[in-house]
């Protein structure tokens, strides 16, 4: 008997530690607790498929928090467009980039960046249609 309320008592010990737990848990597999680390000045190095640079890019993007959206980051600086605000979202440790439209008409078709754990680094691949049929498909390192 006394084994059969051990067993009930460390099913509900536990399932009280994944319930108290399990907030924090989504935040930073959803992306809260990351935005929080990432959110400032990064030194973007780019590599441009389409424009065929001998030498990376280098500019400053900023990434601050999307007020429209808990899990989505804006990026001003993006593909050295200026403050165009790219809308994106964070995952865990992955940013995704959908379709959209900024300044200048450009289209970002799509783009993953990578952010490494100690959240000093994200690694990019991204694709830009820059008129007509131009597509430019981008790699790019942000640090700080």
């Known amino acids: 008997m006394k084994t059969h309320i051990n067993k009930i008592t460390i099913l509900i010990a536990g399932t009280l530690l994944m319930l108290t737990n399990s907030c924090e848990l989504t935040d930073d597999l959803l992306g809260n607790e990351t935005i929080s680390k990432i959110v400032g000045d990064w030194d973007c190095e780019e590599n441009s498929e389409y424009f065929k640079k ?23 600086g993006f593909y050295n467009l200026g403050d165009v605000g790219v809308k994106a979202v964070v995952y865990g440790n992955t940013i995704t980039i959908s379709e ?37 498909d981008v790699t790019a390192i942000y640090t700080r």
Do not use: C, M
């Not at 990376?56 to 001003?76: E, R, W």
């Open 54 to 76: 001998s030498t990376k890019s280098s500019y400053t993007v900023y990434i601050s928090p999307d007020a429209d959206n808990d899990y989505g980051i804006l990026i001003d």
């Open 100 to 136: 959209q439209v900024v300044q200048g008409g450009y289209v970002i078709l799509s783009g993953t960046g990578l952010i490494n754990n100690n959240k000093n680094q994200i690694t990019w691949e991204y694709r830009i249609n820059i008129g007509g049929s131009a597509i430019d």
